[in-house]
């Protein structure tokens, strides 16, 4: 809470200074935003350098910098590595929009049905808390060695911790603002579609969040563990890699790993930067 | 039942024997214990009460947020109640929460619009329609809520110490634009504060009421005449009774 707090009051003075200053160049803003991320990268990546230096393990166990990332750039120059990365970005997509679908109703439905609520209102918050790769083996027997076996463990990854976003944004929201609603003539789903719903946006966007980094996980426990098909999706390259003991391959394939589930949540820090100042929650305040 | 419907011809609201008691711990706590009051149409009413006088509690049940434990309540037409914040939504910007309330109250989205602007226009915050709750002053989240509550094209406007979180100028121009947009619309007012001056100053008629369990106990009609300055000393006088009368009833013993 106390640093909830905190970085809404830096945030706050951040866009009243950017406020104040309108004519700050674009560039140096995108400097002063990118410089703490590049030197992260570059001090990762030094590192990483003089382990190797140190040979504590040989080059083709624990090759360098340089040696991989030439192998990711040759990489992505071939269209089967290209469409390993296409697949498996498909399955995460699908398998998470379902699990938007899944986890939105389910929030909803605990949220206004009592009895609902009380039976499986807990049971939502322990899904979320188990690893849903534990569903893996019984995926397998219920379907299959496929693709189905895969969704339903990045499903069960997900929509739990969806579902638990909408819920406790309904269960938050302030009653004086469902009264204001009342008072207007809203009743039963105007209410919702009208205040709560909107109410509960920014901790159903968390919550939106939260499952993209479960469905992710889940999808790559599921494609390295579960070689499905001949599809080569990224979890069965890096599983391959390390069956044809090809390090460099093994750690292109975990920086493209790494980068995309960076950009994904970059974009939903986004989003949610976004509601947040909307909703007055982080804004300045007049 | 019949008399009620009898008495709505010529009163706006009325209240009789009104009853709520709430559970507290194991016992029950009376809020409101028989009140009995009626407004005209048109009428200005102002309620005040030391906190603990069920004031608020009357006001919910008037507006149908709560149910009374015993007697009725009625009100002539539709209702809309003012809160002591704004309660606007954060989401919506000034003209979206005037919107809204439009839109629930059925108008289509081309009228609502130009209505929304014509409203907060009424409550002088020309200019301001684009803003969002948070980007408002204190006195300003107010307009817009009298201006949502106008939307409501309620015949009853209801409000519960609207202006008590307000600072003493602001709520001096929010007893003006009040009184002027009540003169405007004739609407019926029943005006919820603990501030006997500001009571004196807007009211037709001042209830007072007493603590714990609240009550009507006392009525003080007020033929200032309008537009009254809260610094006037007849104001002062008549609030001064009731400030007394409040003390009265605030001691143990006090009935």
Redesign the interface.
């Known amino acids: 809470m106390a640093s909830e707090l905190a970085a809404g009051l830096a945030s706050r003075d951040v866009v009243e200074t950017t406020a104040r200053r309108p004519g700050r160049m674009p560039l140096l803003r995108a400097w002063s935003w990118s410089w703490p991320k590049l030197a992260a990268i570059a001090l990762a990546v030094a590192a990483w350098q003089v382990v190797v230096w140190t040979g504590w393990k040989p080059d083709y166990v624990l090759p360098g910098p340089g040696p991989v990332f030439q192998r990711l750039a040759r990489d992505l120059g071939n269209p089967n590595f290209d469409l390993g990365v296409v697949i498996t970005l498909r399955r995460a997509l699908v398998g998470y929009a379902i699990a938007v679908a899944i986890g939105s109703v389910a929030g909803i439905l605990v949220a206004r049905i009592a009895v609902l609520r009380k039976a499986i209102g807990s049971a939502i918050l322990g899904l979320q808390s188990m690893p849903s790769i534990a569903w893996f083996p019984l995926a397998i027997l219920l379907f299959g060695l496929n693709e189905t076996a895969i969704f339903f463990v990045v499903i069960l990854g997900a929509a739990p911790a969806i579902a638990g976003g909408l819920l406790s944004g309904v269960d938050h929201v302030?009653p004086?603002?469902v009264?204001?609603g009342?008072?207007?003539?809203?009743r039963g789903l105007?209410l919702y579609r009208?205040?709560i719903l909107?109410?509960a946006?920014p901790s159903f966007v968390g919550g939106l969040k939260q499952g993209w980094a479960f469905a992710w996980r889940s999808l790559m426990a599921g494609e390295i563990i579960g070689i499905v098909g001949h599809q080569l999706s990224l979890g069965q390259q890096i599983q391959f890699a390390r069956d044809f003991a090809d390090a460099e391959q093994l750690l292109a394939i975990i920086i493209v790993i790494f980068v995309i589930g960076v950009v994904i949540d970059s974009l939903f820090g986004t989003l949610d930067r976004g509601i947040r100042r909307?909703?007055?929650l982080l804004?300045?305040?007049? | 039942m019949s008399n009620i419907l009898q008495l709505s011809e010529k009163h706006s609201l009325s209240v009789e024997r009104l009853t709520v008691a709430f559970p507290h711990d194991d016992r029950l706590l009376l809020a409101l214990e028989g009140v009995t009051l009626e407004v005209e149409r048109g009428e200005l009413v102002c309620i005040v009460g030391a906190s603990g006088s069920g004031k608020s509690t009357l006001l919910n049940i008037l507006a149908g947020l709560d149910e009374p434990t015993a007697g009725r309540a009625h009100v002539h037409g539709r209702v809309a109640l003012m809160f002591q914040e704004a309660a606007l939504l954060p989401w919506l910007t000034a003209a979206g929460n005037v919107e809204l309330a439009l839109e629930l109250r059925g108008v289509k989205r081309p009228a609502r619009v130009e209505f929304a602007r014509e409203l907060l226009h009424r409550v002088h915050l020309d200019g301001f329609e684009k803003r969002l709750p948070h980007e408002l002053s204190g006195g300003m989240k107010q307009r817009v809520a009298l201006a949502r509550a106008l939307a409501q094209d309620a015949d009853v406007l209801l409000m519960d110490e609207p202006f008590g979180a307000l600072d003493a100028i602001t709520r001096d121009r929010l007893h003006e634009e009040l009184e002027r947009i009540w003169t405007e619309t004739g609407l019926t007012v029943l005006f919820v504060t603990h501030n006997a001056r500001e009571a004196v100053r807007l009211g037709d008629r001042v209830l007072v009421f007493t603590s714990r369990p609240g009550r009507v106990g006392h009525e003080v009609k007020v033929d200032l005449a309008r537009p009254r300055s809260l610094d006037s000393p007849e104001l002062a006088v008549i609030a001064g009774r009731i400030t007394d009368r409040l003390k009265h009833e605030m001691t143990p013993n006090g009935e």
């Open positions: 302030q004086l603002l009264r204001v009342r008072v207007m003539g809203a105007g009208y205040v909107p109410a946006l909307r909703w007055g804004g300045a305040e007049a």
